[in-house]
């Protein structure tokens, strides 16, 4: 029984990977999937594929990983972290710029 | 400048709009602005927000001074409702994707761009699978596991160096789709792109940026 049932996964995954667009379309589906909403035709091919290629699944959950991470990483490390800074002349000299324009801005202001 | 004696800071929003009739004065009058200080609160924040998206210090530190002058400026529309920081930042993101757009019109984004055909190594192979990924370079387990902290610390050092070798302009369409949040048309419009350039370019981008992770991350550890 087992054995039938995994010649007949085979014979699907082979069906898939011969009669459907291969995985270097896939990917390019996979990657729009993040930014659009795929048509009804796209999004049936790819789920075939999807069932039938392990490689490209992991693909599409890292693209999806990576864009979390990238979200997190915004928050936290430019947060959190202590490098990179503002040299000690440079946040002196905005400083300065600043406090100019701000005074000029309130003369305009007045007037 | 002479009449920068003459203004005391910190200097409070009421002053600026007594003419401006349709601020509340209370919400106003709570409000003590000073910009130099912004510089000391939020200037290093900004810096690293700027340094990640643009990769330059010098251009950074530029479009930092330039965020906080036009700061100044809007300092009537900003209502108090976000807080300061949320606001910097939201005039900071403005100024870079000004940034982009002027870089990207000296020279348009074109062929180099979206030539996908240095991928195509991934989908070579000898058998009938054609196109199909090859076995060397198929995706491979990463077998993550997000609850660690130093794991992923060390995941965001990778994932910044990695972003950084990408192609210059590859990568500054795809943060202004992953850390600007910008949708396809507002890409599109802003860089004078095709579609599909853009779609082109964000796989492009997804996958170098997938394929040096994994060399760089994943099978270290291994």
């Known amino acids: ?111 | 400048m002479m009449h920068s004696e003459a203004v005391s800071f910190p200097f409070t929003k009421p002053d600026m709009q007594a003419e401006a009739t349709t601020v509340s004065h209370e919400t106003a009058a709570r409000t003590a602005v000073d910009p130099a200080a912004w510089v000391d609160e939020h200037g290093d924040y900004l810096f690293r927000y700027a340094v990640v998206r643009l990769r330059d210090e010098a251009v950074a530190e530029d479009v930092v001074q330039e965020t906080l002058l036009s700061a100044i400026q809007s300092l009537r529309s900003y209502s108090g409702k976000a807080t300061e920081r949320t606001w910097l930042t939201s005039i900071l993101k403005h100024k870079i994707v000004d940034h982009f757009r002027k870089s990207v019109r000296e020279v348009p984004i074109g062929e180099e761009e979206t030539d996908m055909s240095d991928l195509d190594v991934l989908f070579h192979r000898e058998d009938q699978w054609q196109n199909h990924w090859a076995n060397a370079f198929a995706p491979t387990d990463w077998n993550m596991s997000p609850e660690a902290s130093l794991e992923r610390s060390e995941f965001y050092m990778v994932l910044g160096m990695c972003m950084s070798k990408m192609p210059e302009r590859v990568a500054g369409v795809f943060a202004l789709r992953e850390m600007d949040g910008l949708d396809s048309t507002e890409i599109c419009e802003l860089l004078s792109l095709s579609a599909s350039n853009f779609w082109v370019i964000m796989h492009r981008a997804r996958m170098l940026l997938r394929r040096c992770i994994e060399l760089n991350w994943f099978k270290k550890i291994q």
């Open chain 1, 1 to 111: 029984m087992n054995f039938v049932s995994r010649k007949i996964v085979r014979m699907f995954n082979v069906a898939v990977w011969t009669y459907l667009p291969p995985c270097k379309e896939m990917v390019q589906t996979a990657s729009d999937s993040l930014d659009r909403k795929l048509s009804f035709r796209e999004r049936v091919v790819f789920k075939l594929h999807l069932m039938a290629c392990e490689p490209c699944v992991r693909y599409l959950e890292q693209s999806k990983l990576i864009r979390k991470a990238i979200e997190e990483m915004e928050a936290e490390q430019i947060a959190n972290s202590e490098k990179p800074t503002l040299s000690e002349e440079s946040r002196e000299r905005i400083k300065q710029l600043l406090k100019s324009s701000m005074g000029l801005f309130a003369l305009f202001s007045i007037f």
